[in-house]
Structure formats: C-alpha cells, structure tokens
C-alpha cells in the first residue's frame, strides 16, 4: 500500500453547478489534495456543520482543477442526490467552506503493458473516469467508455471525454440516446470483436449488479476487471470496520477487508459478489 | 501552559485524550496522518485468542447526533497483533493500550497473558461490555460475579494495569465499579455503547445485519456523564469516561463528573485532527479559569453541592 498523506482541507466552495434536478458538480478549493490525488481516490467530506449528519461521506475525486501554469488548485466532485449528504452538497453555495479529508484510498492500477483500456462507467459511477482518463491519455493509450444511464438525458460530462479522445460509446435503457439497453449490450458487441491476446485493461464503476454483470462478461472473455466499489463507510481512515468487503480466499471461504484502505478498487475476480450483493439487498 | 497530564493507576499519560477501542483500527492506521505519541494512549481494537470476521455489512447506521455500529468485533486475534502491529506502535512512541475480548475466562486470560509477555503494552482494557456479540464479552459485564471472575482471573497473569470497559447496559453500574475495584482492576472504563436498533420503514427491515446495535455518539454524552458521577461516588481506583466526547468542553465535563482520562471514538470518525484542537482548547480552558493542573479538575463537581441520589437503585 501507498503511505498515506492525508490532510484535512476546509474547502471553499468554487462552484455548484446542477447538471439535473438529481446531478450536480461541486468545486472545492482543496490544493493539497489535489495536488496529491491519483486517479481513482475518494475524499470524505463533511457536508453541513453540526450533528447532522454525524459522519462524513465519501465521494470519489471526479476532476482535478488546475490553473493557467498547471498547478492542481481544487477538486470536483460529481453528485447524485440520493440522502442526506449528498442533498445537502446538493445544495452548497459558492463560498461556503466544507471540510475536506483525503486524498484516500488505494488509486486504480495503472498497468504498463496494456495498449487499450475500456471504462464501463454506470450512472454517478462516472465519478472516478475523468483522472483515470487525463492519466491514460497522458501515457498514449487508446481509451473507449462505455457509459449507461436509464435515460438520454442523465449521460453527463460524454462531451467532456470526447474531446480528450476517448472512443464513447453510450447506452440508454430507454433506448433515447445511443445503443439500447443495458451496458452491456454494447460490452458484449464488443467483447465479440476483441481477442484474448489484445492488450487490454478494463475498469467499472457503478452500481453493484452493473459492476457483478460487467466482471462475469470479461471472465468469461479471460480478462478480469478492476471495479470501484461504494460502501456505507464511517470514517475512510481504517478506524472503524465498517465498510467491509467480502474477498476470496484459498480455502474457499471468505474474508471482511476495509474498503476504505484496501479499496475502494479491487480486482472483480478476488471479490466474493454473492455476499456483496447481499449487502444491496 | 497548563499541567495536561493525566494520572492513571501506575501510568502518567502526557495528556487525558486516549482513542477509543473500535474506533481507531490498531493505531497504524492513522500513524502516517497522526503523531500517535501526542495521544495520551491509544486503545486497540479488541482482540481475542485468534482472528474474527465480525458481522455481514451494512455495520452501521447514523441516528439522531449519533450512530449504530455492530461491527462483531472483527480483529486479527493477539498473536498477529504483537507481531503485525504492535511493534510499529512502539516505534512511533504510541503509549498502547490492548482492548483485550474473550468468549471464555480462560481465553481473558490467555490473551492478557500473551500481551504481559511482550513489550510495549501499557494497560489491558478488559471489554466485559461489548453488545454486539452473542458469545462472551456482555455476559460477564451484566454479571456481578462475571465482572469480579474475570478480573480476579486476569489479575493473577499480569501485572499490567487491568482496566475493565463496564456496559450502560445494566440497571447499576456503579456496582460494577465495585465489584472491578473488588477484584482488583486499576481503573474501570465507561461506558461502552447502549443497545439499540433502528428499522428502515420503506423496506420494514432492521437497519443493520445483526439487526440491534450498539448506540454512540453525542446522542448518548448525558447519560454517560451521569454513570462516570455515579462511579466516582462509588469507587476510589481511576476512571476513564466515554460516550459522545468531541470537544475539550465535554472533555471538562467528563472530568468534573469524575474521569481521570477521557476516551474519543465516534467523533474520530468525522473528524480524525481533532486530537490536537481539543489539546489547545483544554489549555485555553486552563488558562481562562486560572487551572494550573488540569488533574485538578477531576471529580470537582463532588463537593460542589450536596451529591445526588439516585432516584432508582436496587437493593
């Protein structure tokens, strides 16, 4: 594991824009922690003073901000209003400061051989593509995300990562904007035109079934998946065993290990996903 | 700058603030971030004889000001502790306290054995109190023979400081503290969390897998006050209070009621620099009333007015 800096930044406010009634991206001002980040860390953030919520959540670095001479200065966050917290980002103003702890968690690995890369990114899984991808491109790697959402209208950011040229292929359930269905109907068309041989590295972001489906169709294509999950999680430092995912073991069993400090990625074939799903109800 | 140092049993701790066991992993978690050795101690998980897994996820769940957490005592056992852990502790200068588990008096024993053995632990944290596990633990901690059998038992295998963690979760808990002093324990610790349980009305099922859970947080801090009060009348050895501490004030409070030292667990969780804000606010509370030991301030509150009865005690 890396060693860890992390530091506690009482961010301002830069930015909230809403892309939806559901969706909205934050800047905060966190230099350090930008400066620090590597793709596919999270931060925990203190949405609103006082008790309530009690706990921070966890939110993975979606852009990094830089300035005119390229100095990382701030963060975005990409939300989805879902609870309390993420209602209460939501709704931030500019100029209010949240507190800000991170970066943290192990980052996505970057692996040398691989001359292509897939991002199958669902929904507000989209979150950690955006580093990801301003670090592939930087080493020269043809990238291709496959991006689903229910509707047309919830593909955020798709020009975002056209214009770093990345391959988009999108997918709606509704069938308004690119191929219809789910992810992966279109993984699938692809993974028929790709062989064994290919070099190639995949990562998944999104809800727990999508990432369960996404890893069984690369498994039986021979390739495994780095996927990033979301647990419930109280503190992202390790202290307090909740966000616990099940893995693998030798003996055919399966063993609790800390998400916030193991994860939040992990290789698709070391994970136990009959117990993590049980988790999704 | 005022006297912080805290006295406990044969320790001096150079401050009160100790990280609660179960809310600050083993301590290296937070060594990269923390200068571990500027906590007056830090408390380990619990740990048994050997491994556990805990409980399936979803562990916690948030409440009003404060927090479930059933958590099942999840912990890499005592022998991949002193090996693994403990010597990274000792080299960051972490004054170490083991929260020490067992199903059985004899596995309370055998763990505390094998800690005395090896260098660098201060004190045993005997968790008679966790509610989360069906099998030991609680069922000493509601028991007043259970509190004095596992305590007399540790006794005879160290001589470490031994210092139960007592439960809320009993009608009186400062019988508890009686029988601990009874049977030889240096300092007690209170309190564990409080039972509880929250239900998701949409789906109509408990929040959590193991469906009750224990209750922490600043939701519980009054209640806490008043049993680390109640144990200060009832008991001469050292106590340390716990129960939704997050700011040198309910540091204050927790030592007038009665507490030597003081533990921090959930609020670690939303903020883990707070240790040393709290430091500089307790010496500006120092300086502001004049206190030039903050020792001084414990148990203060006893001979401001005539001491309370309680309004319910069993015979």
Known sequence: MLPRMVVDERAEVLENRALSAEYNVVTLAAPDIAAAARPGQFVMLRTAPGLEPLLRRPFSIFEIVRGADGTARAISILNKRIGIGTGRLYAVRAGERLDCLGPLGQPWPLSAGARTVWMVAGGVGLAPFATLTEALVARGLALRLFYGARRGEDLYYADWFADRGVDLVVTTEDGSRGVTGRVTVALDRALASTTRDDAMDVYCCGPTPMMRAVAARLADAGRDTWVSLEQVMGCGMGGCYSCVVPLRTAAGGTHFVRSCIAGPVFAASTLHWEGLAADHG | MADLSAPLAALTLR?????????????????????????????????????????????????????????????????????????????????????????????????????????????????????????????????????????????????????????????????????????????????NTFLAMAIDIETRKPKLTNVLGGLSGPAIRPIAVRMVYECRQAVRIPIVGMGGIASADDVVEFMLAGADAVQIGTANFADPFLWSRILADLESYCTRHGVTRLADLVGAVHGSRTSAEPACRPS
């Open chain 2, 15 to 191: 401050n009160p603030l100790m990280a609660a066991s179960g809310c600050f992993g083993y301590g290296v978690e937070y060594a990269d971030a923390l200068d571990l050795s500027s906590l007056g101690a830090v408390v380990v998980k619990g740990l048994f004889l050997s491994e556990r897994e805990g409980h399936a996820p979803p562990r916690i769940v948030e409440t009003p000001a404060g927090m479930l957490n059933a958590i099942g005592l999840q912990g890499i056992g005592v022998h991949r502790f002193v090996k693994e852990r403990l010597p990274e502790l000792r080299a960051r200068g972490a004054v170490t306290i083991v929260n020490v588990c067992g199903v059985t008096l004899d596995e309370y024993v055998e763990v505390s054995r094998v800690l005395s053995d090896h260098e660098g632990v201060a004190a045993i944290e005997l968790n008679i109190s966790c509610p989360n596990i069906k099998a030991g633990g609680i069922q000493f901690g509601c028991s007043l023979t259970g509190t004095h059998d596992v305590v007399a038992a540790v006794r005879q295998v160290t001589s470490l400081p031994i210092m139960p963690k007592l439960t809320p979760n009993v009608t009186d808990v400062a019988s508890f503290a009686r029988a601990a002093e009874a049977a030889g324990a240096d300092a007690i610790s209170l309190v």
